[in-house]
């Protein structure tokens, strides 16, 4: 099967390419796209660069012209509920973009008419993560991940995402993939681990933990990919 694996920014997919060992690569709209086999599986592999945009650019290019089935995204977040500590794994049961505001309108936030406020991610590969964490003896939480195009660095920004939308962590990326691929129709999976709290510590906590909470994540990543069905 062809399976797309995207982070947003080079550290979230640095280790995947380290664990694949051998790719080729090529250049399209911006990206680098590596590709090689691993687990019985084609990957196409590439970070997006940083917000919505970019990521809605890789995930649709990756079903276009590189014909992935399915997109698992791996990377890190803000976590935003209380049980998430730095380094914890949480998968998207659904997500949401917090910056969406056209309540002018009538209209919740997030919402889009014609679209939904959540968006939620596939459940069979939600079930296979469930059971790899359980195999690797590892917490894997899951909850509401609230997507925008803003590092979140304050603890009132943070609460007001958690009181409108019920979200356990925040990013910048996972909604707009899964708008892709809902469009596409194509099955797609997020996953964070957690970098910091979104609150005044956040851009330093970021930087102390990008690189070890990406590595947490892409390694889970790897596992699930080695277990998908062909
Ligand atoms: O991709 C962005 C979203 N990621 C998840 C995340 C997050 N999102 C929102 N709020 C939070 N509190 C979050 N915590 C984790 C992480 C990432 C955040 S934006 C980081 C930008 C860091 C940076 N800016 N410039 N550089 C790095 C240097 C640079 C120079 C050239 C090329 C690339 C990078």
């Known amino acids: ?39 019985g599986h084609e990957l ?15 995930a649709s290019v990756m079903i276009e012209r590189y014909k992935a089935q399915k997109i698992l995204f791996s990377g890190v977040a803000g976590g935003i509920s209380k049980d998430l500590k730095i380094g914890d794994l949480v998968m998207a ?22 679209g939904s406020v959540m968006i939620e991610a596939d459940s069979d590969l939600r079930s296979l993560a469930a059971e790899v964490a359980v195999d690797m003896g590892i917490e894997l939480y899951e909850g509401i991940i609230a997507t925008g195009d803003q590092f979140v660095a304050s603890a009132e920004r943070k609460e007001w995402i958690e009181k409108t939308f019920n979200a356990d962590a925040l990013e910048m990326e996972g909604a707009s993939v899964a708008c892709v691929c809902q469009n ?10 957690i970098s910091d709290a979104a609150d005044g510590e956040a851009g330093m906590d970021f930087d102390t933990f990008l ?5 947490v994540s892409a390694k889970f990543i790897l596992e699930m990919v080695a277990r998908i069905g062909h």
Do not use: W
């Open 1 to 39: 099967m062809k399976l797309a694996l995207i982070g947003a920014m080079r550290e979230e997919i640095d280790p995947i390419l380290e664990a694949v060992n051998e790719y080729t690569t090529s250049e399209y709209a911006g990206n680098t796209f590596y590709e090689c086999q691993y687990g």
């Open 184 to 193: 596409f129709n194509v099955p797609f999976f997020v996953l964070r681990a």
């Open 211 to 215: 690189k070890s909470s990406a590595s």
């Open 44 to 58: 196409v592999i590439a970070y997006s660069k940083i917000g919505k945009v970019f990521s809605a650019i890789t």
């Open 93 to 114: 049961s659904a997500l949401c973009q917090h910056d969406v505001d056209i309540t002018a309108f009538g209209h919740p936030y997030g919402f889009i008419p014609e």
